[in-house]
């Protein structure tokens, strides 16, 4: 398991602790999880996606037990409108994402919603197609001027899945209604939401090895416009 502390950009917010491991099933994982999950988890067709969902429902259990001394399996969890997970009692703040084997998990105290996105970098043979669909026409343009335009296409859509999962939504919420940057220092650059207050939020690429892309999104909860 590998630990990254991340103290939020501007310092003035609190620090965000960034637990990256494998999705590799233990004993005693299923234990840990809550009806709901287990019944999740009866519903995967493919035991390697199965596994994974309850490796990682477990980590994320193990370590949330951990930091509030209490047990893992005791923990309460709701769903957003969205369907992001977060604790009932909140508190504390956390996003889970995962990619392949690989998962990540950003957690800190409340009053900052937390997005967290990791993608395996695959080579990309449709690249312009897929940022057609997903990407403003600004980011289209800043990944083609970069020297490695496909790593600056997974710099752009991990920065982007952060954003949406800090926000507590899903693609329904427009994909280009904000708008990052593709190079190596990660910028939200603007919403068209106006309510969205661009100094209420965080957002930087972690580094967690080069077969990945992974970033980390920060939002004030009290602001308006979000979700969670
Ligand atoms: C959940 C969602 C926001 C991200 O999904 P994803 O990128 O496939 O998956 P990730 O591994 O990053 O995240 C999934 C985890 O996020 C959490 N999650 C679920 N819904 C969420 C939501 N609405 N907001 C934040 N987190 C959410 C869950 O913990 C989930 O894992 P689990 O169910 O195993 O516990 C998805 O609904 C979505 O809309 N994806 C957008 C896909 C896309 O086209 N992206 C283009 C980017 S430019």
């Known amino acids: 398991m590998q630990r990254v502390l991340v103290r939020s950009a501007g310092s003035a917010?609190?620090?965000v602790e960034v637990v990256a491991f494998r999705l590799e099933r233990r004993p005693g994982d299923l234990a840990a999880l809550d009806d709901a999950e287990r019944e999740r988890a009866e519903r995967f067709v493919f035991a390697?996606?199965?596994?994974?969902?309850?490796?990682?429902?477990?980590?994320?259990r193990g370590v949330l037990g951990d930091r509030l001394g209490r047990q893992g399996r005791s923990l309460e969890m709701v769903s957003g409108p969205a369907g992001k997970p977060a604790l009932a009692d909140g508190a504390i703040e956390f996003n889970l994402s995962h990619t392949e084997d690989r998962a990540v998990l950003a957690l800190g105290p409340p009053g900052r919603a937390l997005g967290v996105d990791i993608e395996a970098q695959r080579p990309l043979s449709n690249r312009a197609a897929l940022a057609a669909v997903s990407f403003a026409p600004q980011e289209r343009v800043d990944v083609e001027a970069e020297v490695d335009p496909d790593a600056a296409f997974y710099r752009v859509?991990?920065?982007?899945?952060?954003v949406i999962k800090a926000l507590g939504a899903g693609v329904g919420y427009g994909l280009t209604r904000f708008r990052v940057s593709a190079g190596v220092r990660a910028q939200l650059l603007g919403f068209v939401d106006p309510r969205e207050r661009l100094d209420a939020w965080t957002?930087?690429?972690l580094d967690l090895g080069a077969e990945v892309a992974a970033?980390?999104?920060?939002?004030?909860?009290?602001?308006?416009g979000g979700l969670t």
């Open 13 to 15: 917010g609190p620090e």
């Open 48 to 60: 390697l996606h199965r596994d994974r969902f309850i490796a990682g429902r477990a980590m994320l």
């Open 157 to 162: 859509w991990s920065r982007k899945e952060a």
């Open 203 to 205: 957002l930087e690429s």
């Open 215 to 224: 970033a980390l999104a920060t939002r004030v909860l009290d602001t308006p």
